[in-house]
């Protein structure tokens, strides 16, 4: 009976039904797009690029608005969500100025899978949009009334659109290069990418460092140092009424402001500069000694605003003749009445450095040589400023080779190194920046990698690549050739230097 019993439960079992299984499809999302029947402000369909895991991106075009872009995408699996908002391809809008997570499920709603939407808008830097309504900028004399907005990109705040002025500015980089550097001005103190707000910012244009990354690299070296203030940069994209023209460093202008360089009002901002680079406004004098050999030279007062015969005017030039004729005397080494009574030494020593790194070729004795002074105070060196010829970037003059002194010949720092304490300051100093080769370096790598589209659309616009660009000693068919050569020059120079000071 028993048997028979287990039989029949046998029987029933293998003829009862096999459970149903449910297969489940895993959640991906396979393709991402922007269509321009659905999106009217796009110039045509954008379609995302896939890197094989789980990032799509893509790049839109300058005046594109993205921050209400619907996407139209392909699934597998389950639903997709955007911060538990569900998305249906072509119907749901989007703000992309920031990467976007959707999220797709599988089909049985489990396994949440996120791929990231990574727009870059135009090339991933700041654009600024400038309007002239069609007014040529064509003057460094007369301003240009117009507005500017700038979106920000992922770094900085977008600037809303705004009043401001501009006009042309330089000197052999506003004569001669199509690609024009400027200056902006603001009726009101504004902040703009990231930097402290003020009214007059400076574009500078590059055009004849194909690296784009000399005067950047310089206010990286000044930010390092003891002087007191060095200008801040950042790079964007310029249009000029809506047309592109390339990438600009937009740099704070060297002022006696109190977010510059921040002066008592009795205080001196100076620049050695030549007499036919001054402006019909410009008040200058000529110190005894350093323009003996340099008849065309001039310290020009940039602040405060003097005027000719004034005894502001004749404080200053007395006192660099004071300490002129006290740094040529025969007593300059007196620790307690000699040149060390008249100049702050960090300043000096740093100043020198860098502008002997970089071998810039018009800070020797030519032009856009900083000073400021305060009464009763010591004179100090800095700001820095101008280093697009520089690092080697020159073709008529030695300061295209990385070995040989170059600022050494400036006359004050000529006759400063006839004295061993100041050229021991000069050799110990020397070696927190050699120590800092690497980090110059790597910095110069991650802007490369940050101006990777930009150079792109900048040399596609001027064409300058391969080609002589006053005064290019050598040039090159990219970019990246150009940066390259650029940290092998900077890698010669320190140990040249290296060699010289140890």
């Not at 809303?160 to 009726?187: C, D, H, V």
Request: proline residues 5%; aromatic residues 16%; negative net charge.
């Amino acid at each position: 009976m028993k048997k028979i019993l287990f039989l029949i439960s046998l029987l029933l079992f293998s003829c009862s039904e096999e459970p149903e299984l449910l297969l489940t499809t895993p959640g991906e999302l396979t393709t991402f797009a922007f269509k321009k029947s659905i999106n009217p402000n796009l110039t045509s369909d954008l379609v995302l690029n896939f890197d094989g895991v789980d990032t799509f991106t893509g790049s839109l075009n300058y005046r594109t608005a993205i921050e209400n872009l619907v996407a139209t995408f392909e699934t597998v699996g389950g639903t997709v969500t955007v911060q538990n908002v569900p998305q249906i391809s072509g119907e749901t809008e989007n703000d992309f100025n920031q990467v976007v997570t959707y999220t797709v499920l599988n089909s049985d709603g489990t396994n949440p899978r996120n791929y990231y939407i990574d727009i870059t808008y135009f090339t991933g830097l700041p654009v600024i949009s400038i309007q002239t309504n069609g007014v040529p900028i064509d003057s460094k004399e007369n301003y240009v009334v117009g507005t500017v907005s700038i979106q920000g990109a992922r770094e900085f705040e977008n600037l809303e659109e705004q009043a401001m002025s501009i006009r042309g500015r330089g000197n052999s980089t506003w004569f001669g290069p199509p690609k024009k550097p400027y200056q902006l001005k603001f009726s009101d103190k504004t902040a703009i990418l990231g930097m402290p707000k003020d009214k007059r910012w400076v574009f500078l244009a590059e055009y004849s460092d194909k690296s784009l990354l000399r005067n950047k690299i310089s206010l990286e070296l000044g930010a390092m140092s003891e002087l007191e203030y060095t200008p801040k940069g950042e790079f964007s994209e310029v249009f000029i009424n809506d047309e592109y023209n390339g990438t600009y460093l937009v740099v704070q202008k060297v002022e006696v402001k109190s977010n510059r360089l921040d002066l008592p009002d009795n205080g001196y901002l100076v620049e050695i500069d030549q007499y036919y680079r001054l402006g019909a406004d410009d008040v200058f004098f000529q110190p005894t000694i350093f323009t003996q050999n340099y008849s065309e030279n001039v310290f020009a007062v940039k602040a405060p605003a003097l005027d000719f015969g004034s005894p502001e005017l004749a404080l200053i030039e007395e006192h660099i003749n004071v300490f002129e004729a006290v740094l040529f005397g025969d007593d300059f080494k007196n620790p307690t009445t000699g040149y060390r009574a008249y100049i702050d030494l960090p300043s000096f020593v740093d100043w020198y450095l860098i502008q002997e790194i970089a071998k810039s070729v018009d800070a020797k004795w030519y032009s856009s040589i900083y000073f400021n002074y305060v009464p009763s105070e010591k004179i100090k060196m800095g700001p820095l400023w101008d280093f697009d010829l520089s690092y080697g970037n020159v073709d008529y003059a030695d300061s295209r080779y990385f070995e040989g002194f170059w600022i050494k010949d400036n006359p004050w720092y000529a006759r400063l190194f006839q004295d061993p304490y100041f050229e021991n300051l000069v050799k110990e100093r020397f070696l927190y920046f050699y120590n800092n080769t690497d980090l110059l370096l790597g910095n110069l790598d991650s802007h490369e990698n940050y101006l990777d589209l930009a150079q792109e659309k900048n040399y596609q616009k001027w064409q300058t690549l391969g080609t002589y660009v006053w005064p290019n000693p050598v040039f090159f068919d990219t970019h990246a050739e150009e940066v390259t050569h650029l940290k092998s020059w900077i890698s010669n120079r320190m140990s040249w230097l290296y060699g010289q000071f140890n």
